[in-house]
Nanobody, 120 residues
Framework: QVQLVESGGGLVQPGGSLRLSCAASGSFISINAMGWYRQAPGNQRELVAVMTRGGSTNYADSVKGRFSISRDDAKNTIDLQMNSLKPEDTAVYYC??????????????WGQGTQVTVSS
């Protein structure tokens, strides 16, 4: 069984910062890409940032220069540092990771989501 647990969401004023963390646990061989997605009310879930096992990153245009993704493969964690937050960043943020399972297959998993609200 594989699990992703997020933490770090909350309420912040515009211009503020938050750091989200996601920890993977369970039985797996390795983790390929890890990333963060978000979903605002009435919108589809969208990519925020992703990092491959090799360290390559991809960011949504709307967060470039403000958000930074990092991972620690020794701890199986992925973090998202969010700076200069805007009200339009308000959403539920989900952690996603693609696991190589002990069965030899790849399978993506999602965390339960953490609410980020940017408001004065």
């Amino acid at each position: 069984q594989v699990q992703l647990v997020e933490s770090g969401g909350g309420l912040v004023q515009p211009g503020g910062s938050l750091r989200l963390s996601c920890a993977a646990s369970g039985s797996f061989i390795s983790i390929n890409a890890m990333g963060w997605y978000r979903q605002a009310p009435g919108n589809q879930r969208e990519l925020v940032a992703v990092m491959t096992r090799g360290g390559s990153t991809n960011y949504a245009d709307s967060v470039k220069g403000r958000f930074s993704i990092s991972r620690d493969d020794a701890k199986n964690t992925i973090d998202l540092q969010m700076n200069s937050l805007k009200p339009e960043d308000t959403a539920v943020y989900y952690c996603n990771a693609n696991f190589l399972l002990v069965s030899g297959t790849f399978r993506p998993y999602w965390g339960q989501g953490t609410q980020v609200t940017v408001s004065s």
